[in-house]
């Protein structure tokens, strides 16, 4: 027999180098491993903003919830009314589209169909039932706009600064359910000119909760509006301090707090100016925004309950507020659940 002789393969054949090269083309490529800087930056940073965006959406919501609420509760049955004429409009149009083919059926002739006058009857009733319910539904829609719009505006008022007669700074807001605030904006001339004319029915006035917010917000002269609004807490407490050395400390304290119950003063100028700015766009009595107000002054008078009860131009009504306005303490007082009744200026 013959032997078979195998020649080994050397050392550097294809057999053993296609065995090596696989593992080397099948190799897992090597992963980049991002810098920690980077890697905790980039996170933190979308997380911030994802809680900011989370909670302006919240603040949004709760504003839009209380405006709803207190929308609901000045007019208790606007959403009964619009779901009862917008079903009426929807029932009233199903009827007519039911209508039009019966008509279609009466003009030809056909068998069984409904009279010709009866039929122009039902559409002429459907028809007419559908304009009505369909303005009366346009128009409490329009009334929730305009009620919107307005309780936005005094939100928007309430969330304003002032400063009281002790320095103290609290929003507008604060003053609901104690005082009656009335706001006097112009140049420091008409304000001081509104302020006097309040004097003499100063007595009846505070009885009857009524603080005079001076908003000297139209200053032309140098130092503009900033600087006249900053110095109208110290005018008012100018003759309490003048007189300050010959009363006794309990006519001292009385006298201020009688100042405290009857003066304040705006703070952040810029912003009240431009509400009151805004107040006069919104008014079907101006013609310009702004200039009436610059020139001959504004005012506004609010309820108890922070609602805008009276606004316009010149100096406010003060022996109206004086004889019409419930007084807040007595037999007279109209408090609590009839804050939104006083007055009727």
């Known amino acids: 027999m013959l032997a078979h002789h195998h020649r ?49 959406a919240a603040a949004s919501a709760e504003r839009d919830r209380g405006l709803a609420l207190r929308a609901e509760a000045e007019a208790p049955f606007r959403i009964l009314r619009l779901v009862f004429s917008g079903f009426s409009v929807v029932s009233a149009s199903i009827a007519l589209l039911v209508s039009l083919p019966q008509l279609a059926g009466a003009l030809g002739g056909a068998r069984g169909a409904l009279q010709r006058d009866d039929v122009l009857v039902n559409i002429a009733v459907d028809a007419g039932a559908a304009l009505l319910f369909g303005l009366l539904f346009r128009a409490d829609w329009q009334a929730r706009d305009k009620q919107m719009a307005r309780i936005a505006r005094e939100e928007a008022l309430g969330a304003l600064p002032l400063a009281l007669a002790n320095g103290k700074n609290l929003p507008l807001a604060a003053l609901r359910g104690s005082a009656r605030p009335v706001l006097v ?72 707090d009688d100042l405290l119950r009857w003066r304040a003063a705006v703070r952040k100028p810029a912003a009240w100016r431009e509400w009151f700015d805004l107040q006069i766009g919104n008014s ?62």
């Open 284 to 345: 079907k009595a101006s013609a310009d925004k702004g200039g009436a107000g610059a020139a001959r002054g504004l005012f506004v008078g609010l309820r108890l309950d922070g609602r805008v009860r009276s606004s316009g131009l010149g100096i406010p009504p003060w022996g109206r507020y004086a004889a019409e306005l419930p007084p807040l303490e007595g037999e007279k007082s109209w408090t609590g659940f009839f804050s939104s009744f006083d007055g009727r200026v």
């Open 8 to 56: 080994p393969l050397p050392a550097g054949g294809r057999g053993q180098q296609r065995l090596i090269r696989r593992p080397a083309a099948a190799a897992t490529p090597e992963l980049r491993t991002p810098t920690p800087g980077r890697r905790a930056l980039a996170p933190s940073a979308t997380g911030d903003d994802r809680a900011a965006s989370a909670a302006a």
């Open 185 to 256: 904006a112009g140049t420091r001339e008409q304000v001081e000119a509104a302020v006097a004319a309040a004097e003499p029915f100063r007595k009846e006035l505070q009885r009857r909760g009524v603080v005079v917010v001076a908003a000297p917000i139209y200053e032309e002269a140098e130092g503009g509006a900033g600087a006249g609004a900053a110095a109208a807490p110290e005018a008012a407490a100018a003759p309490a301090a003048s007189t300050a050395a010959a009363l006794s400390d309990e006519e001292r304290k009385k006298a201020a």
